[in-house]
Protein backbone atom coordinates (compact mmCIF):
# COMPACT_ATOMS: atom_id res chain seq x y z
CA UNK A 1 0.00 0.00 0.00
CA UNK A 2 3.05 2.50 0.92
CA UNK A 3 4.85 2.11 -2.71
CA UNK A 4 0.89 2.46 -4.29
CA UNK A 5 0.51 5.67 -2.55
CA UNK A 6 4.17 7.17 -3.16
CA UNK A 7 3.66 5.92 -7.00
CA UNK A 8 0.01 8.34 -7.00
CA UNK A 9 1.69 11.03 -5.38
CA UNK A 10 4.28 11.24 -7.64
CA UNK A 11 1.70 11.65 -10.77
CA UNK A 12 -0.32 13.88 -8.74
CA UNK A 13 2.89 15.93 -8.71
CA UNK A 14 4.32 15.90 -12.03
CA UNK A 15 0.94 17.27 -13.38
CA UNK A 16 0.48 19.55 -10.76
CA UNK A 17 3.93 20.91 -11.58
CA UNK A 18 3.12 20.61 -15.56
CA UNK A 19 0.02 22.93 -15.31
CA UNK A 20 2.27 25.62 -13.12
CA UNK A 21 5.13 25.46 -14.99
CA UNK A 22 2.78 26.30 -18.19
CA UNK A 23 1.25 28.83 -16.23
CA UNK A 24 4.67 30.87 -14.51
CA UNK A 25 6.24 30.03 -18.06
CA UNK A 26 9.17 28.25 -16.59
CA UNK A 27 10.29 24.52 -17.70
CA UNK A 28 8.71 21.81 -16.02
CA UNK A 29 11.75 19.45 -15.34
CA UNK A 30 13.42 22.37 -13.42
CA UNK A 31 10.85 22.88 -11.06
CA UNK A 32 10.72 19.12 -10.56
CA UNK A 33 14.16 18.79 -9.68
CA UNK A 34 13.81 21.89 -7.48
CA UNK A 35 10.51 19.96 -5.63
CA UNK A 36 12.68 16.83 -5.53
CA UNK A 37 15.29 18.33 -3.44
CA UNK A 38 12.77 20.31 -1.28
CA UNK A 39 11.11 16.56 -0.29
CA UNK A 40 13.84 15.22 -0.03
CA UNK A 41 15.57 17.63 3.17
CA UNK A 42 12.21 17.16 5.10
CA UNK A 43 12.70 15.46 8.36
CA UNK A 44 11.36 11.77 8.01
CA UNK A 45 11.85 11.40 4.20
CA UNK A 46 14.06 8.44 4.17
CA UNK A 47 16.98 8.35 1.29
CA UNK A 48 15.86 7.40 -2.40
CA UNK A 49 18.28 5.81 -4.00
CA UNK A 50 17.21 4.11 -7.50
CA UNK A 51 18.47 1.45 -9.26
CA UNK A 52 20.41 3.04 -12.41
CA UNK A 53 19.08 -0.16 -14.26
CA UNK A 54 15.63 1.30 -13.78
CA UNK A 55 16.71 4.40 -15.56
CA UNK A 56 19.11 2.98 -18.20
CA UNK A 57 16.92 0.19 -19.10
CA UNK A 58 13.49 0.96 -18.36
CA UNK A 59 13.30 4.62 -18.69
CA UNK A 60 15.06 5.73 -21.40
CA UNK A 61 14.59 3.29 -24.36
CA UNK A 62 11.09 4.37 -24.32
CA UNK A 63 11.61 8.00 -24.09
CA UNK A 64 14.62 8.07 -27.12
CA UNK A 65 12.44 5.97 -28.90
CA UNK A 66 9.31 8.31 -28.76
CA UNK A 67 11.95 11.50 -29.50
CA UNK A 68 13.23 9.62 -32.49
CA UNK A 69 10.05 9.03 -33.48
CA UNK A 70 9.14 12.62 -33.86
CA UNK A 71 12.28 13.80 -35.10
CA UNK A 72 12.20 14.49 -39.25
CA UNK A 73 14.35 11.95 -40.75
CA UNK A 74 15.33 14.44 -43.37
CA UNK A 75 16.17 16.97 -40.73
CA UNK A 76 18.29 14.27 -38.90
CA UNK A 77 20.08 13.23 -41.91
CA UNK A 78 21.18 16.90 -42.64
CA UNK A 79 22.22 17.23 -39.36
CA UNK A 80 23.74 14.03 -39.33
CA UNK A 81 27.82 15.20 -39.69
CA UNK A 82 27.53 17.96 -36.83
CA UNK A 83 25.70 15.39 -34.56
CA UNK A 84 28.15 12.34 -35.12
CA UNK A 85 30.67 14.78 -34.28
CA UNK A 86 28.90 15.87 -30.93
CA UNK A 87 27.81 12.47 -29.94
CA UNK A 88 31.39 10.83 -30.54
CA UNK A 89 34.65 13.18 -31.14
CA UNK A 90 33.15 16.05 -28.16
CA UNK A 91 32.41 13.24 -25.80
CA UNK A 92 35.91 11.50 -25.97
CA UNK A 93 37.80 15.47 -25.95
CA UNK A 94 35.45 16.12 -23.05
CA UNK A 95 36.18 12.94 -21.04
CA UNK A 96 39.83 12.96 -21.57
CA UNK A 97 40.30 16.64 -20.58
CA UNK A 98 38.00 16.66 -17.68
CA UNK A 99 39.92 13.27 -16.68
CA UNK A 100 43.03 14.92 -16.75
CA UNK A 101 41.51 17.87 -14.50
CA UNK A 102 39.92 15.64 -12.06
CA UNK A 103 43.06 13.66 -11.42
CA UNK A 104 45.08 17.09 -10.91
CA UNK A 105 42.67 17.97 -8.41
CA UNK A 106 41.75 14.88 -6.65
CA UNK A 107 44.33 12.88 -5.38
CA UNK A 108 44.68 9.13 -5.31
CA UNK A 109 42.28 9.44 -8.32
CA UNK A 110 44.30 8.12 -11.31
CA UNK A 111 43.63 8.19 -14.64
CA UNK A 112 41.15 5.57 -14.95
CA UNK A 113 38.66 7.18 -12.29
CA UNK A 114 39.55 10.64 -14.02
CA UNK A 115 38.10 9.45 -16.82
CA UNK A 116 35.58 7.78 -15.71
CA UNK A 117 34.18 10.96 -14.48
CA UNK A 118 34.47 12.85 -17.61
CA UNK A 119 32.66 9.94 -19.52
CA UNK A 120 29.60 10.64 -16.96
CA UNK A 121 29.50 14.63 -17.15
CA UNK A 122 30.16 14.25 -21.57
CA UNK A 123 26.93 13.29 -22.72
CA UNK A 124 24.11 15.88 -22.63
CA UNK A 125 20.69 15.03 -21.66
CA UNK A 126 18.14 14.08 -24.25
CA UNK A 127 14.87 14.89 -21.77
CA UNK A 128 17.01 18.16 -20.39
CA UNK A 129 16.91 19.34 -24.65
CA UNK A 130 13.37 19.49 -24.48
CA UNK A 131 13.65 22.79 -22.90
CA UNK A 132 15.17 24.43 -25.97
CA UNK A 133 11.89 23.47 -27.82
CA UNK A 134 10.03 26.23 -25.63
CA UNK A 135 12.63 29.35 -26.73
CA UNK A 136 11.97 29.57 -29.98
CA UNK A 137 14.83 28.93 -32.52
CA UNK A 138 15.65 27.21 -35.67
CA UNK A 139 14.50 23.82 -36.45
CA UNK A 140 18.47 22.96 -36.90
CA UNK A 141 19.23 24.15 -34.14
CA UNK A 142 16.60 21.66 -32.02
CA UNK A 143 17.58 19.17 -34.86
CA UNK A 144 21.25 18.51 -33.93
CA UNK A 145 20.85 19.50 -29.95
CA UNK A 146 17.98 16.63 -29.92
CA UNK A 147 20.08 14.28 -32.17
CA UNK A 148 22.96 14.59 -30.22
CA UNK A 149 20.84 13.36 -26.82
CA UNK A 150 19.91 10.62 -28.37
CA UNK A 151 23.06 9.33 -29.52
CA UNK A 152 26.14 10.38 -26.79
CA UNK A 153 25.02 8.31 -24.55
CA UNK A 154 26.01 5.13 -26.49
CA UNK A 155 29.24 6.98 -26.60
CA UNK A 156 29.85 7.42 -22.85
CA UNK A 157 28.68 4.42 -21.72
CA UNK A 158 31.49 2.81 -23.78
CA UNK A 159 34.35 4.93 -22.27
CA UNK A 160 32.78 5.11 -18.71
CA UNK A 161 32.80 0.94 -19.04
CA UNK A 162 36.42 1.04 -20.65
CA UNK A 163 37.91 3.38 -17.86
CA UNK A 164 35.66 0.78 -15.21
CA UNK A 165 37.96 -2.03 -16.39
CA UNK A 166 40.99 -0.13 -16.81
CA UNK A 167 41.15 0.54 -12.90
CA UNK A 168 41.68 -3.12 -12.52
CA UNK A 169 43.50 -4.01 -15.65
CA UNK A 170 45.18 -2.84 -18.32
CA UNK A 171 42.78 -1.92 -21.15
CA UNK A 172 44.08 -0.84 -24.82
CA UNK A 173 42.51 1.65 -27.13
CA UNK A 174 42.28 -0.48 -29.74
CA UNK A 175 39.55 -2.42 -27.39
CA UNK A 176 37.86 0.91 -26.66
CA UNK A 177 37.07 1.87 -30.24
CA UNK A 178 36.46 -2.26 -31.43
CA UNK A 179 34.03 -2.24 -28.33
CA UNK A 180 32.45 1.03 -29.67
CA UNK A 181 31.93 0.28 -33.18
CA UNK A 182 30.21 -3.18 -31.81
CA UNK A 183 28.11 -1.26 -29.95
CA UNK A 184 26.96 1.32 -32.38
CA UNK A 185 27.20 -0.99 -35.60
CA UNK A 186 25.34 -4.12 -33.94
CA UNK A 187 22.94 -1.66 -31.82
CA UNK A 188 21.64 0.31 -35.71
CA UNK A 189 21.21 -3.04 -37.52
CA UNK A 190 19.36 -4.80 -34.94
CA UNK A 191 16.84 -0.90 -34.37
CA UNK A 192 16.47 -0.94 -38.15
CA UNK A 193 15.23 -4.49 -38.32
CA UNK A 194 12.96 -4.10 -35.33
CA UNK A 195 11.75 -0.85 -36.49
CA UNK A 196 11.05 -2.57 -39.91
CA UNK A 197 9.08 -6.00 -38.42
CA UNK A 198 7.19 -3.62 -36.01
CA UNK A 199 5.52 -1.68 -38.63
CA UNK A 200 5.47 -4.68 -41.21
CA UNK A 201 3.57 -6.36 -37.90
CA UNK A 202 1.47 -3.13 -37.01
CA UNK A 203 -0.17 -2.36 -40.21
CA UNK A 204 -1.89 -5.53 -40.46
CA UNK A 205 -3.49 -5.04 -36.43
CA UNK A 206 -7.01 -3.47 -37.19
CA UNK A 207 -7.41 -2.73 -32.98
CA UNK A 208 -5.61 1.17 -32.55
CA UNK A 209 -5.05 0.25 -28.67
CA UNK A 210 -3.52 -2.98 -29.75
CA UNK A 211 -1.46 -1.04 -32.23
CA UNK A 212 -0.07 1.57 -29.22
CA UNK A 213 0.69 -1.00 -27.34
CA UNK A 214 2.95 -2.95 -29.69
CA UNK A 215 4.28 0.64 -29.76
CA UNK A 216 5.42 0.96 -26.54
CA UNK A 217 7.22 -2.69 -26.81
CA UNK A 218 8.93 -1.95 -29.79
CA UNK A 219 11.95 0.05 -27.95
CA UNK A 220 12.62 -2.58 -25.24
CA UNK A 221 12.45 -5.34 -28.12
CA UNK A 222 15.32 -3.48 -29.72
CA UNK A 223 17.11 -2.59 -26.88
CA UNK A 224 16.99 -5.95 -24.37
CA UNK A 225 18.57 -7.84 -27.89
CA UNK A 226 21.29 -5.27 -27.85
CA UNK A 227 22.47 -4.92 -24.67
CA UNK A 228 22.66 -8.86 -24.69
CA UNK A 229 24.41 -8.77 -27.70
CA UNK A 230 26.98 -6.63 -25.78
CA UNK A 231 25.89 -3.11 -28.16
CA UNK A 232 24.41 0.21 -26.96
CA UNK A 233 20.70 -0.30 -26.16
CA UNK A 234 19.71 3.06 -26.32
CA UNK A 235 21.45 3.45 -29.64
CA UNK A 236 19.01 0.33 -30.82
CA UNK A 237 15.95 1.83 -29.28
CA UNK A 238 16.89 5.24 -31.26
CA UNK A 239 17.23 3.79 -34.62
CA UNK A 240 14.15 1.74 -34.10
CA UNK A 241 12.05 5.03 -33.25
CA UNK A 242 13.90 6.76 -36.30
CA UNK A 243 12.76 3.58 -38.67
CA UNK A 244 8.99 3.98 -36.90
CA UNK A 245 8.84 7.27 -37.34
CA UNK A 246 9.80 7.88 -41.36
CA UNK A 247 7.82 5.00 -42.00
CA UNK A 248 4.68 5.09 -40.03
CA UNK A 249 2.70 7.58 -42.17
CA UNK A 250 3.46 5.46 -45.77
CA UNK A 251 2.33 2.39 -43.46
CA UNK A 252 -0.08 2.76 -40.83
CA UNK A 253 -3.74 4.03 -40.95
CA UNK A 254 -4.59 7.62 -39.27
CA UNK A 255 -6.40 5.97 -36.70
CA UNK A 256 -3.10 4.20 -35.37
CA UNK A 257 -0.57 6.73 -35.36
CA UNK A 258 -3.17 9.61 -33.57
CA UNK A 259 -3.33 6.70 -31.13
CA UNK A 260 0.16 6.49 -30.92
CA UNK A 261 0.72 10.07 -30.62
CA UNK A 262 -1.67 10.88 -27.58
CA UNK A 263 -0.28 7.52 -26.18
CA UNK A 264 3.02 8.37 -25.91
CA UNK A 265 2.50 12.03 -25.26
CA UNK A 266 1.26 10.81 -21.86
CA UNK A 267 3.67 8.63 -21.64
CA UNK A 268 6.50 10.73 -21.93
CA UNK A 269 5.23 13.17 -19.34
CA UNK A 270 5.20 10.32 -16.91
CA UNK A 271 8.52 9.29 -17.95
CA UNK A 272 10.18 12.35 -18.53
CA UNK A 273 8.48 13.79 -14.77
CA UNK A 274 9.89 11.03 -12.89
CA UNK A 275 13.75 11.38 -13.99
CA UNK A 276 13.69 14.67 -12.87
CA UNK A 277 11.79 14.16 -10.06
CA UNK A 278 13.89 11.21 -8.88
CA UNK A 279 17.08 13.08 -9.33
CA UNK A 280 15.75 15.61 -7.05
CA UNK A 281 14.66 13.13 -4.57
CA UNK A 282 18.12 11.34 -4.57
CA UNK A 283 20.40 13.87 -2.62
CA UNK A 284 20.09 13.30 0.57
CA UNK A 285 21.07 9.66 -0.42
CA UNK A 286 23.91 11.05 -2.59
CA UNK A 287 25.24 13.39 0.49
CA UNK A 288 24.40 10.37 3.36
CA UNK A 289 27.28 8.43 1.04
CA UNK A 290 29.92 11.26 0.89
CA UNK A 291 29.44 12.05 4.73
CA UNK A 292 29.61 7.41 4.82
CA UNK A 293 32.90 7.58 3.28
CA UNK A 294 34.66 10.67 4.71
CA UNK A 295 34.20 12.65 2.04
CA UNK A 296 33.52 16.77 2.65
CA UNK A 297 30.17 18.23 0.99
CA UNK A 298 32.46 21.78 0.56
CA UNK A 299 35.30 19.94 -1.59
CA UNK A 300 32.78 17.93 -3.38
CA UNK A 301 31.00 21.10 -4.21
CA UNK A 302 33.92 23.18 -5.67
CA UNK A 303 34.99 20.08 -7.62
CA UNK A 304 31.29 19.87 -9.01
CA UNK A 305 31.64 23.87 -10.08
CA UNK A 306 35.43 23.42 -11.32
CA UNK A 307 33.84 20.33 -13.63
CA UNK A 308 30.55 22.22 -14.60
CA UNK A 309 32.94 24.98 -16.29
CA UNK A 310 35.11 23.11 -17.33
CA UNK A 311 32.34 20.89 -19.49
CA UNK A 312 30.51 24.42 -20.72
CA UNK A 313 34.22 26.09 -21.99
CA UNK A 314 35.40 22.49 -23.90
CA UNK A 315 31.77 22.62 -25.19
CA UNK A 316 32.10 25.74 -26.23
CA UNK A 317 35.59 25.04 -27.71
CA UNK A 318 34.50 22.33 -29.59
CA UNK A 319 31.38 23.85 -31.18
CA UNK A 320 32.97 26.86 -32.23
CA UNK A 321 35.42 24.64 -34.67
CA UNK A 322 31.92 22.99 -35.89
CA UNK A 323 30.65 26.33 -36.97
CA UNK A 324 33.34 27.46 -38.99
CA UNK A 325 33.42 23.97 -40.39
CA UNK A 326 29.40 24.13 -41.23
CA UNK A 327 29.71 27.71 -42.78
CA UNK A 328 32.99 26.89 -44.77
CA UNK A 329 30.76 23.97 -46.36
CA UNK A 330 27.59 25.85 -46.36
CA UNK A 331 29.63 28.69 -48.63
CA UNK A 332 31.15 25.72 -50.80
CA UNK A 333 27.79 24.18 -51.63
CA UNK A 334 26.21 27.78 -52.38
CA UNK A 335 29.36 28.42 -54.70
CA UNK A 336 28.31 24.94 -56.07
CA UNK A 337 23.93 25.22 -56.64
CA UNK A 338 24.26 27.39 -59.91
CA UNK A 339 26.30 24.20 -61.54
CA UNK A 340 24.15 21.68 -59.87
CA UNK A 341 20.58 23.57 -61.42
CA UNK A 342 21.79 23.86 -64.55
CA UNK A 343 22.64 20.23 -64.58
CA UNK A 344 19.15 19.55 -63.34
CA UNK A 345 18.03 21.36 -65.98
CA UNK A 346 19.43 19.48 -68.91
CA UNK A 347 18.37 16.52 -67.04
CA UNK A 348 15.09 17.79 -67.28
CA UNK A 349 15.05 18.55 -70.93
CA UNK A 350 16.48 15.23 -72.10
CA UNK A 351 20.22 16.38 -72.73
CA UNK A 352 23.86 15.35 -71.89
CA UNK A 353 24.25 16.07 -68.65
CA UNK A 354 27.57 18.02 -68.08
CA UNK A 355 29.73 17.23 -65.42
CA UNK A 356 33.03 19.25 -64.76
CA UNK A 357 33.05 20.28 -68.49
CA UNK A 358 32.19 17.10 -69.74
CA UNK A 359 29.07 15.60 -71.43
CA UNK A 360 27.79 12.95 -69.91
CA UNK A 361 24.79 11.09 -71.57
CA UNK A 362 22.71 8.69 -69.03
CA UNK A 363 20.59 5.98 -71.19
CA UNK A 364 19.09 4.11 -68.56
CA UNK A 365 15.79 5.58 -66.88
CA UNK A 366 16.57 4.16 -64.02
CA UNK A 367 20.16 5.83 -63.93
CA UNK A 368 18.27 9.16 -64.96
CA UNK A 369 15.98 9.01 -62.09
CA UNK A 370 18.54 7.95 -59.50
CA UNK A 371 20.93 10.92 -60.76
CA UNK A 372 17.66 13.70 -61.05
CA UNK A 373 16.80 12.56 -57.84
CA UNK A 374 20.20 13.18 -55.93
CA UNK A 375 20.49 16.84 -57.61
CA UNK A 376 17.50 17.84 -56.44
CA UNK A 377 17.94 16.53 -52.99
CA UNK A 378 21.44 18.53 -52.85
CA UNK A 379 19.85 21.63 -54.50
CA UNK A 380 17.51 20.98 -51.50
CA UNK A 381 19.92 20.73 -48.79
CA UNK A 382 22.09 23.65 -49.88
CA UNK A 383 18.54 26.16 -49.82
CA UNK A 384 17.86 24.44 -46.52
CA UNK A 385 21.14 25.27 -44.66
CA UNK A 386 20.46 29.15 -46.25
CA UNK A 387 17.28 29.34 -45.03
CA UNK A 388 18.53 27.83 -41.72
CA UNK A 389 21.82 29.38 -40.77
CA UNK A 390 24.17 27.57 -38.05
CA UNK A 391 25.99 30.54 -37.21
CA UNK A 392 27.89 31.56 -33.77
CA UNK A 393 24.74 33.00 -32.22
CA UNK A 394 23.46 29.57 -32.84
CA UNK A 395 26.24 28.68 -31.96
CA UNK A 396 26.14 29.89 -28.07
CA UNK A 397 22.88 28.42 -28.03
CA UNK A 398 24.02 25.03 -28.53
CA UNK A 399 26.43 25.55 -26.45
CA UNK A 400 24.70 27.03 -23.34
CA UNK A 401 21.65 24.48 -24.09
CA UNK A 402 24.41 21.07 -23.96
CA UNK A 403 22.85 20.39 -20.12
CA UNK A 404 23.01 17.03 -18.21
CA UNK A 405 20.65 15.09 -16.89
CA UNK A 406 19.69 11.88 -15.34
CA UNK A 407 21.84 10.13 -17.48
CA UNK A 408 25.16 11.83 -15.83
CA UNK A 409 23.37 10.45 -12.63
CA UNK A 410 22.35 6.99 -13.49
CA UNK A 411 25.36 6.35 -15.23
CA UNK A 412 27.53 7.70 -11.96
CA UNK A 413 25.28 4.95 -9.96
CA UNK A 414 26.81 2.05 -12.07
CA UNK A 415 30.54 2.68 -10.93
CA UNK A 416 31.66 -0.57 -8.71
CA UNK A 417 31.36 -0.33 -4.77
CA UNK A 418 35.16 -0.52 -4.88
CA UNK A 419 35.74 2.35 -7.31
CA UNK A 420 38.05 4.48 -6.03
CA UNK A 421 36.13 8.04 -4.68
CA UNK A 422 32.96 6.47 -6.02
CA UNK A 423 30.95 8.42 -3.73
CA UNK A 424 32.50 11.68 -4.54
CA UNK A 425 31.89 10.87 -8.05
CA UNK A 426 28.18 10.50 -7.95
CA UNK A 427 28.13 13.48 -5.32
CA UNK A 428 29.95 15.37 -8.26
CA UNK A 429 27.45 13.86 -11.19
CA UNK A 430 24.34 14.70 -9.21
CA UNK A 431 25.48 18.57 -8.32
CA UNK A 432 26.69 19.28 -12.19
CA UNK A 433 23.44 17.55 -13.69
CA UNK A 434 21.16 19.32 -10.64
CA UNK A 435 23.63 22.59 -11.66
CA UNK A 436 23.31 22.43 -15.29
CA UNK A 437 19.58 22.17 -15.34
CA UNK A 438 18.86 24.83 -12.88
CA UNK A 439 21.52 27.23 -13.78
CA UNK A 440 21.64 26.64 -17.93
CA UNK A 441 17.99 25.48 -18.41
CA UNK A 442 17.00 28.49 -16.28
CA UNK A 443 18.77 31.09 -18.01
CA UNK A 444 18.86 30.09 -21.45
CA UNK A 445 15.46 32.37 -22.84
CA UNK A 446 17.00 34.81 -21.20
CA UNK A 447 20.29 33.74 -23.76
CA UNK A 448 18.18 33.99 -26.78
CA UNK A 449 16.62 37.21 -26.07
CA UNK A 450 20.02 38.87 -25.43
CA UNK A 451 21.93 37.28 -28.41
CA UNK A 452 19.29 36.97 -31.24
CA UNK A 453 19.82 33.59 -32.99
CA UNK A 454 17.35 33.00 -36.10
CA UNK A 455 14.15 32.53 -35.32
CA UNK A 456 12.26 29.43 -35.57
CA UNK A 457 11.46 28.95 -39.38
CA UNK A 458 7.80 30.61 -40.72
CA UNK A 459 6.50 28.77 -43.82
CA UNK A 460 6.91 31.46 -46.85
CA UNK A 461 4.56 32.31 -49.23
CA UNK A 462 6.41 31.00 -52.02
CA UNK A 463 6.93 27.67 -50.12
CA UNK A 464 2.59 27.31 -49.72
CA UNK A 465 2.61 28.55 -53.13
CA UNK A 466 4.52 25.53 -54.18
CA UNK A 467 2.49 23.03 -51.80
CA UNK A 468 -0.63 23.84 -52.73
CA UNK A 469 0.36 23.31 -56.58
CA UNK A 470 1.88 19.99 -54.96
CA UNK A 471 -1.48 18.71 -53.39
CA UNK A 472 -3.49 20.51 -56.45
CA UNK A 473 -1.53 17.95 -58.86
CA UNK A 474 -2.21 14.93 -56.45
CA UNK A 475 -5.65 15.81 -56.79
CA UNK A 476 -6.32 16.42 -60.61
CA UNK A 477 -4.53 13.15 -61.27
CA UNK A 478 -7.41 11.82 -58.89
CA UNK A 479 -10.18 13.66 -60.35
CA UNK A 480 -9.15 12.23 -63.95
CA UNK A 481 -9.78 8.75 -62.77
CA UNK A 482 -13.52 9.57 -62.05
CA UNK A 483 -14.14 11.78 -64.84
CA UNK A 484 -17.12 10.32 -66.42
CA UNK A 485 -18.70 10.70 -62.40
CA UNK A 486 -21.29 13.68 -61.70
CA UNK A 487 -20.03 16.81 -60.66
CA UNK A 488 -16.02 15.70 -60.87
CA UNK A 489 -15.82 17.78 -64.05
CA UNK A 490 -17.41 20.86 -62.84
CA UNK A 491 -15.10 20.49 -59.64
CA UNK A 492 -12.01 19.88 -61.54
CA UNK A 493 -12.41 22.70 -63.47
CA UNK A 494 -12.90 24.98 -60.38
CA UNK A 495 -10.05 23.27 -58.43
CA UNK A 496 -8.03 24.60 -61.24
CA UNK A 497 -9.01 27.94 -60.88
CA UNK A 498 -8.19 27.31 -56.98
CA UNK A 499 -11.49 28.64 -55.69
CA UNK A 500 -12.64 25.34 -53.92
CA UNK A 501 -12.11 22.73 -51.44
CA UNK A 502 -12.55 19.29 -52.27
CA UNK A 503 -15.54 19.60 -49.75
CA UNK A 504 -17.42 22.28 -51.75
CA UNK A 505 -18.52 20.32 -54.65
CA UNK A 506 -18.28 16.79 -53.64
CA UNK A 507 -20.24 16.71 -50.45
CA UNK A 508 -22.64 13.63 -50.61
CA UNK A 509 -22.09 10.99 -48.99
CA UNK A 510 -22.24 9.02 -53.03
CA UNK A 511 -18.46 11.06 -53.24
CA UNK A 512 -16.80 10.75 -50.24
CA UNK A 513 -14.84 7.44 -51.70
CA UNK A 514 -13.08 10.02 -54.32
CA UNK A 515 -12.47 12.48 -51.40
CA UNK A 516 -10.81 9.85 -49.71
CA UNK A 517 -8.66 9.22 -52.67
CA UNK A 518 -7.81 12.22 -53.06
CA UNK A 519 -6.97 12.32 -49.62
CA UNK A 520 -4.46 9.62 -49.94
CA UNK A 521 -3.00 10.80 -53.43
CA UNK A 522 -2.02 14.05 -51.60
CA UNK A 523 -0.42 12.10 -48.44
CA UNK A 524 1.58 10.52 -50.88
CA UNK A 525 2.51 13.97 -52.88
CA UNK A 526 3.67 14.96 -49.96
CA UNK A 527 5.65 12.56 -48.22
CA UNK A 528 7.23 12.13 -51.47
CA UNK A 529 8.27 15.88 -51.71
CA UNK A 530 9.31 14.89 -47.93
CA UNK A 531 12.12 12.22 -49.30
CA UNK A 532 13.30 15.14 -51.68
CA UNK A 533 13.97 17.81 -49.06
CA UNK A 534 11.92 20.13 -51.05
CA UNK A 535 9.68 21.87 -48.28
CA UNK A 536 10.11 22.54 -44.10
CA UNK A 537 9.54 19.89 -41.75
CA UNK A 538 6.94 21.88 -40.15
CA UNK A 539 5.06 22.78 -43.06
CA UNK A 540 4.86 19.10 -44.69
CA UNK A 541 3.81 18.15 -40.89
CA UNK A 542 1.12 21.17 -40.50
CA UNK A 543 -0.08 19.50 -44.23
CA UNK A 544 0.15 15.54 -42.91
CA UNK A 545 -1.97 17.06 -39.75
CA UNK A 546 -4.27 19.06 -41.90
CA UNK A 547 -5.36 15.72 -44.16
CA UNK A 548 -5.27 13.12 -41.00
CA UNK A 549 -8.45 15.44 -39.48
CA UNK A 550 -9.94 15.63 -42.51
CA UNK A 551 -10.12 11.72 -43.03
CA UNK A 552 -11.37 11.41 -39.51
CA UNK A 553 -14.14 13.30 -40.04
CA UNK A 554 -14.89 11.82 -43.14
CA UNK A 555 -14.66 8.44 -42.39
CA UNK A 556 -16.85 9.37 -39.02
CA UNK A 557 -19.17 11.19 -41.05
CA UNK A 558 -19.54 8.27 -43.70
CA UNK A 559 -20.30 5.60 -40.35
CA UNK A 560 -23.14 7.39 -39.19
Same mark, same amino acid.
Do not use: C, K
Given at each position: ??????V??????????????? %??G? &???? +??V =??? /??? *? $? !?? #???????D???????I?????????V???????? %?A?? &??S? +??? =??? /??? *? $? !?? #???A?????????????????????????????? %????????????L???????????L?????????????????G??GR?????VV????????????????R???????????SF??P??A????E?????G?????A??????????R???V?????????????E?V???T?????G?????V????????G???????????????????????V????????T?????????P??????????A???V?????????T???RI??F????R??????????????G?????VI????????V???????LP???P???????????????????????????????R?A???????????A?????T??????????A?????A?????L?D?????????AS?S?T????EM???????????R??G???????????????????????????
Amino acid at each position: MGTLLVVVLGLLVIASVRVVAE %RVGV &AAPL +LLV =LVG /VAV *S $V !LP #GVPPVVVDPEWILAGILPPLLFSSAVAMPAMDFR %RAFG &AVSG +LSV =LLV /VIS *S $V !LI #GLLATLLVPGLGIAGGIALGAILSPTDATATAIV %RRVGVTSRVVTVLDGEGLLNDATALVLLRAAIAASAASVSIGGVVGRFALAVVVAVVLGVVVGRLGLAVRRRIGDPTVNTVLSFATPFVASLPAEELGASGLVAAVAAGLVTGHGATRRLPVQHRLSDTESWRTVELVLEGTIFLLMGLELTAVVEDLHRDGGAVGFGAGLAAVALVATVVVRAGYVSALVLWVRTTARRGSAMQPQLQEMNAQLEAGEPVTIRGRAVSLTSPRRIAAFGRRLRLQIADIDYFRQAPLGPREGTVIVWAGMRGAVTLAAAQTLPADFPERSLLVFVAFTVAAGSLLLQGGTLALLVRWIRPAPAEVSSPAEQEALRDRLTEANLAVLDRHADEPDVAAFRQRLTDRDARPDQTLASDSRTRVRLEMIEAQRAALLDARDEGRFTSSALSAALENLDAEQISLELRSNR
